[in-house]
């Protein structure tokens, strides 16, 4: 097991992939600090492969934990935890082709932004399968934020206990043209101070909901469960 722990940088505090194609396995990430993007691992642009890794307690202006910009990255088995931001993406910020896999995305922090996992603008691959994101905290826009007509495409994941301390969905936050397909997931248990406690869907959005548990989550203002703003919402089998 590769050990990479308090380093400093401006963007990558601990692991900076830029162009071509990385392996990284069995490694713990932590304490790393950027100033900018990415304290513990920052992709622009390049591959990476991310297995079996823990990357926690890591701080960034942006993307505490993970960096993912104009990249192709694959994160498999992973926890991320306890990381976090200035401003946006406590736990990965995603704008890309990103995706995780059987991941635990757990108790990191945003002061502005998406305290757990954001994907941003169009992709190709990008999504979360089979992933526990849960006790993430942000000032907005949720625990998983899907912004800018981002396409992500979420199946299998417990989304519960996330707080967003100001507006947006306190478990999902879809904004700005975002269109993702959330399919047999559980969001329970999650707050927000404004709009819905679960999720929260903007005029402009298309997501397509299926075969998902909302359960217990609470607003201080509206919808509890699910707030659709406009938009052209598809909810089925719920």
């Given at each position: 097991?590769?050990?990479?722990?308090?380093?400093?940088?401006?963007?990558?505090?601990?692991?900076?992939?830029?162009?071509?194609?990385?392996?990284?396995?069995?490694?713990?990430?932590?304490g790393n600090f950027a100033a900018s993007f990415g304290g513990g691992i920052r992709v622009q642009p390049g591959r990476a492969s991310v297995q079996r890794c823990t990357i926690s307690n890591n701080s960034a202006n942006m993307g505490a934990g993970v960096w993912c910009y104009g990249a192709d990255a694959i994160f498999t088995d992973c926890t991320i935890s306890g990381n976090n931001a200035q401003a946006d993406g406590g736990g990965a910020y995603v704008t890309g082709d990103g995706r995780f896999i059987g991941c635990r995305i757990t108790g990191n922090a945003a002061v502005s932004q998406s305290g757990g996992l954001r994907f941003q603008g169009p992709s190709q691959t990008a999504g979360a399968d089979n992933c526990w994101i849960s006790e993430n905290t942000c000032g907005s826009r949720g625990a998983l934020t899907i912004i800018d007509s981002a396409t992500p495409d979420i199946s299998n994941c417990d989304i519960f206990g996330n707080g967003t301390m100001g507006w947006g969905g306190g478990g999902i936050h879809c904004e700005y043209r975002s269109a993702p397909t959330i399919t047999n997931c559980t969001i329970a248990g999650n707050t927000s101070t404004d709009s819905s406690g679960g999720l929260y869907s903007m005029s402009g959005c298309s997501p397509h909901i299926e075969a998902c548990l909302?359960?217990?989550?609470?607003s201080r203002n509206n919808g509890g469960g699910v707030e659709l703003d406009g938009g052209q919402a598809l909810m089925s089998n719920c």
């Open positions: 097991e590769c050990t990479i722990r308090n380093n400093t940088a401006d963007s990558g505090g601990g692991l900076e992939v830029r162009g071509g194609m990385a392996t990284v396995d069995d490694c713990l990430i932590t909302f359960d217990g989550n609470h």
